[in-house]
Nanobody, 115 residues
Framework: QVRLVESGGGLVPPGGSLRLSCVVS????????MGWFRQAPGKQRDLVAR???????NYADAAKGRFTISRDNPKNTVYLEMNSLKPEDTAVYYC?????????WGQGTQVTVSS
C-alpha cells in the first residue's frame, strides 16, 4: 500500500514562505503525475500544482508565480515551495498522484497564514 507523508507546514505571516515535502513509500513517483492539493475548512479539496513524469508543471491560478512544485526522484519526494503567502492560502495541504484513481490520502500538513 502506498503511503504519503506530508510535512513542512506551519504558521507564517503574510508574505512569508514555506517548503512542503511529501515522502512517498511503496511506489515510484517518477512513473506518476504528482500533485499538491489543499483543503480549507468547509471547502472541497482543490489542486494547487501538478507535475507530469516528463517534468512539465501546471499551477492553479491562485498559485501561479508564487508556488513551485518539484520532485527528487531518488528520494521519492515531492516538494512545494510557497512564497508570498496570503491568508487565503490557509489550508491543509496534501500530495497525491494526479491520476484517475488517487492513492489513499495522507494526513496532510497544516499551513496557516496569519499575522
Amino acid at each position: 500500500q502506498v503511503r504519503l507523508v506530508e510535512s513542512g507546514g506551519g504558521l507564517v505571516p503574510p508574505g512569508g514562505s514555506l517548503r512542503l515535502s511529501c515522502v512517498v513509500s511503496n511506489s515510484i513517483i517518477s512513473m506518476h503525475a504528482m500533485g499538491w492539493f489543499r483543503q480549507a475548512p468547509g471547502k472541497q479539496r482543490d489542486l494547487v500544482a501538478r507535475m507530469s513524469p516528463n517534468g512539465s508543471r501546471n499551477y492553479a491560478d491562485a498559485a501561479k508565480g508564487r508556488f513551485t512544485i518539484s520532485r527528487d526522484n531518488p528520494k521519492n519526494t515531492v516538494y512545494l515551495e510557497m512564497n508570498s503567502l496570503k491568508p487565503e492560502d490557509t489550508a491543509v495541504y496534501y500530495c497525491n498522484r494526479y491520476e484517475a484513481t488517487p492513492w489513499a490520502w495522507g494526513q496532510g500538513t497544516q499551513v496557516t497564514v496569519s499575522s
